[in-house]
């Protein structure tokens, strides 16, 4: 239940605009009353918030089996019933002298009616009140509080400053030899560590993890096992060279050389020339809690997601015809990255 939830006010002040966002989502399917039963609403052991259930509209037709869509904003009574929500939850977890949220509290029982709005604009107001007494630039939707003809915020869902701490973290892998070859030559490696530790004072979560991927060069010959060989020789750097201190850019370096270093060995022994040798691309990122190093060979790609900027590529290709968009020119086709592991004994990375 989310009376027996301990939060930082931070992450209060997002479950505010995890529901302020929800409730403008399901205006057209009518079920923001899923938000106002107490016993609806629960909080994970991640300190995820959630609901049990949609509750529609009574005179919705979707709890009889169909779906009615309607464009009618709500009237000031569902704010309302929102902002009494949020001043429950303030009652119930308001931190000791937490002096924001005690504002936020007064600021939020002040108007006798009040908009989605001028909800937004409190918690924006929050944010930057919490971001300073922090030391932090607060981003989001606070810098923007205009509405568009609908009377609902025209930025995107928000992002609004966290607790210093890791709330959740999940990892999975596939990969898939594609419509162009007959045989797969990717391998990749996530190998993380983590401790939960639950108590009445809070959910407190430490990771450390080594993600990577490896892309055998197609037209070389065994590049599945050129992807295997540095997957492998990586995996076995990290486990030796990290121990209480997170690794460093150096140390990221050397450990693509060391397995740049065993395929350029692996191939020298086999005295393979040109296409003959074996060669792999290599991505790499290792993470301890909130900390994180990425390095990367070749042409295979590392991106964030964030609700503000979409989708992000944070590498950039070494390849040719990256290289020649980098000068002005066109690149035409997908050629042969310049740097892979193996080529050459001596390697730059980035």
Known sequence: MLSQATVHPQLLVNWFQQTLDFAVTCIPWQCGES??????????????????RLCFAQNNEMAAGRLTITNHLPDSTFWHQLRELWLDWLAQLLPDHDQALSLLARRLAEPETISQAQLQKCLSDVNQ?????????????AADHSTGSSGLSDGGPATVILPDQLLAIAAFGQTDEGRDRHHNEDYFVIDQQILETTSPAGH???VRGLYLLCDGMGGHASGEVASALAADT??????????????DESTMTEAIYAANHALFAANEAQA??????MGTTAVVAIIQNTDIQIAHVGDSRMYRLT?????????????????????????????????????????RTS
């Open 129 to 141: 009140w919490l971001a300073q007494a922090a030391g932090l630039q607060a981003w989001g939707p």
């Open 234 to 247: 990586l995996t076995q750097y990290f486990d030796t060279h990290w121990q209480e201190e997170f690794p």
């Open 204 to 206: 407190h979560l430490t």
């Open 35 to 52: 938000l106002f039963s107490a016993d609806n609403i629960r909080v994970e052991h991640q300190q995820i918030l959630c609901l049990e």
């Open 272 to 277: 393979g020339t040109g296409s003959g040798r």
């Open 307 to 347: 609700h503000k900027q979409g989708l992000e590529q944070l590498t950039v290709d070494h390849e040719v015809g990256q290289r020649e968009i980098q000068r002005g020119g066109c690149a035409r086709s997908r050629l042969c990255p310049p740097r892979c592991l193996s080529i050459n004994p001596s390697l």
